[in-house]
């Protein structure tokens, strides 16, 4: 599977924003989702996870309840949507993919079990 990540940008602290993460196949169903960011400096950070019917998220703790992963398996699209953004958020954010199983809170957070990675695009929050 290859991946294309965009929608990231420049926005004001507190604004919203949406990536989305296209993949090319036919299989995309069968591949658990992944969002990662590094920001300048840092280790790359779990962002959050669905797998691949699109039951089942989480989300890394500095994240959750701003941040929502969905995906539309017909459109092989998987999105990240971002609330209440804060300039912490600024980063390179990088969608990925594995058949990895189980889809636990755990598993999901693993690097090296994601077989496939998009290119990145940076998303910049300004205070």
């Known amino acids: 599977v290859q991946l294309q990540a965009s929608g990231g940008g420049l926005v004001q602290a507190g604004g919203s924003l949406r990536l989305s993460c296209a993949a090319s196949?036919?299989?995309?169903?069968?591949?658990?989702m992944g969002w990662f960011r590094q920001a300048p400096g840092k280790e790359r950070e779990f962002v959050g996870a669905i797998s691949g019917s699109g039951d089942s998220t989480y989300y890394g703790d500095s994240v959750k309840g701003r941040f929502t992963i969905s995906r539309d398996n017909a459109k092989n699209t998987v999105y990240l949507q971002m609330s209440s953004l804060k300039p912490e958020d600024t980063a390179v954010y990088f969608c990925a993919a594995g058949r990895f199983t189980p889809f636990q809170a755990v598993s999901v957070r693993v690097r090296s079990f994601y077989n496939a990675w998009g290119q990145g695009t940076l998303v910049t929050v300004s205070s």
């Open positions: 196949g036919r299989t995309f169903s069968t591949w658990n």
